[in-house]
């Protein structure tokens, strides 16, 4: 391959994971085509691409971005897996196309610099919280304390409330109020 076909290969690999930050390797070689267009077709519409990869050039664009240590899973037939809103979410999917499509083989991944190795690594990674399901976490922590005060301070006062009702409609009817003790 000429030095110029190199060039664009590493420019089209710049552009599609220049400034992604978190990808999973796999290797979807022995699957069928069909299975790779209907994996790929499902993917897409949850924005997460695949990009099978000559893993010297993926190797030299790596160098200057945060999947460089995804180096060390560029062996042997390869593809990345990237984009969706995390790759939390990009494992989920990929981990739950095995079940149908069990030739699928995952390499490794990274997340905010955290390597994960191996088929066993990318499962730890899937059941990982998304950012979202964390924020919200984070959210329900901080208000079930406050909730849980308004929620002490509403019912006796709605019972005081109640009170107050029944005592002020039998004024109105000019009912006599019985006494307590």
């Given at each position: 391959?000429?030095?110029?076909?190199?060039?664009?290969?590493m420019r089209d690999y710049q552009d599609r994971i220049g400034d992604a930050?978190?990808?999973l390797v796999i290797n979807i070689s022995a699957l069928k085509g069909t299975q790779t267009t209907e994996m790929r077709n499902g993917l897409a519409k949850k924005q997460i691409r695949i990009a099978v990869v000559r893993n010297e050039l993926a190797k030299k664009v790596m160098d200057s971005t945060e999947l460089k240590p995804l180096k060390e899973f560029l062996t042997g037939h390869t593809?990345?897996?990237?984009?969706g809103q995390s790759v939390v979410e990009v494992?989920?999917?990929i981990v739950g196309l095995m079940a149908k499509m069990p030739a699928i083989e995952l390499k490794?991944?990274?997340?905010d610099g955290q390597v994960f190795k191996g088929k066993a690594g990318v499962m730890e990674l899937s059941?990982?919280?998304?950012?979202?399901?964390?924020?919200?976490?984070?959210?329900?922590?901080v208000v079930s304390p406050g909730r849980n005060l308004l929620g002490a301070l509403k019912g006796p006062g709605s019972t005081v409330a109640g009170l107050v009702k029944a005592i002020e409609s039998k004024l109105e009817k000019n009912?006599?109020?019985?006494?307590v003790g």
């Open positions: 391959m000429s030095k110029q076909v190199k060039t664009i290969i930050a978190d990808a593809a990345l897996a990237y984009g494992a989920r999917e490794g991944a990274i997340l059941k990982f919280p998304t950012r979202e399901e964390a924020q919200a976490k984070v959210v329900t922590l009912e006599p109020i019985a006494k």
